[in-house]
């Protein structure tokens, strides 16, 4: 199989990420935080030292601000919901995922808040930052964008809308579910307020595992309250970092997943990651703009406006027709739709069609890029 479809979930996954879930379940057998025995503080300490580990890669300052939860949705889901108040304003980027939208909209609908869309730009990232300018008012208190979209591929200037944000008084939330591993994220040299992130894609982690990094003293509310290990005399949830959002059985197999896959990307280096997965992309767009039956969304792709994820359609065919005929006849596995980002298609206007979408990791070979082709040639 040439497996295309890593913006879903990275696989194959490395060999010391399997060989470290494997070994969780016969090492660690206690519960972390949860007893003063031997079997408990191992399970703590590798809990820990992989909560180092993410702070030292995304430079989070303590390990304190790094919290553990069940995938970047999550991590969104705790900052908007645990932040904003009635009469407050967000402003949101025009290629949002579902995990931002769906939660916002909810809010809107019970009135508690308003928001707006700016729109993104191809290769113009100053437009776009006058975009989320354009739509700042003296009630907006938060601004969540995607680092890089899960359709399109276009990157946003984190870094520099971060800057504006603060000029602003607002504070920022990266989703960087496309990004991490993939791209360098800096959280305390950036000024990131809120980075919620994936452990399955770029970092070769398991799923189940995600990651929300607090940059700011605007600590939410927790979605969840419960037993953390911790001041269990205490009726009250704990107030400090990372307990308060901890509560419950933590996903220890999950946690030592993901500090294998980080281990893994640090070796590989996060450059080479990026450059290798473009180069990828960069062959497959020239041959596709070859072919008159592509239908292409996007400029060649660029290392200073793209990341590595690719959209087309093939004239006369459904998205999902396409795929279907690359996976029963060639084996090859690519997603097609609308990839639970309706905002993205509406502003490519690909929303009744969808598209199919190619994202390649650091497994995928050259040579899969050629057998790409001939397979779309005849289809």
Known sequence: MIYLDNCATTFPKPENVIRSVCNSFK??????????????????????????????????GEPENVIFTSGCTESLNTVIKGILKKGD?????????????????????????????????????????????????????????????NVFGLRLPVERLAALCHQYGIKICVDAAQTAGVLPIDVKGDCIDYLCLSGHKGLYGPMGIGVLIINCDTVPMPLKEGGTGSSSLSLEQPDFLPDRFESGTPNLTGICGLGAGINFVKFKGTENIFKHEMNFLSRVYKMLCQNDNIILYTQKPDLNYHVPVLSFNIKGKSSEETAAILN????????????????????????????????????????????????????
């Open 27 to 60: 090492k660690f057998g206690a519960n972390p935080g949860r007893g003063g025995h031997n079997a408990a503080m191992q399970s703590s300490q590798a809990v820990f030292e992989v909560r180092e580990k993410v702070q030292e890669f995304f430079n989070a």
């Open 89 to 149: 304003h967000v402003v949101i980027s025009s290629l949002e995922h579902n995990s931002v939208v769906r939660p916002l909209e909810r809010l809107k609908k019970e009135g508690v808040i308003t928001y707006d869309v700016a729109e993104v730009c191809e290769c113009d990232h100053d437009k776009t930052l006058d975009n989320f300018r354009n739509k700042f008012n003296d009630h907006t208190r938060l601004v969540v964008c995607t680092h890089g979209s």
């Open 328 to 379: 029963r006849r060639f084996n090859i596995a690519a997603r097609a739709g609308l990839h639970c980002s309706p905002l993205a298609h509406i502003s490519m206007g690909t929303e009744n069609t969808g598209t199919v979408r190619i994202c390649p990791s650091v497994f995928t070979d050259y040579s899969n890029c050629e057998f790409l082709i001939k397979a779309l040639k005849k289809i």
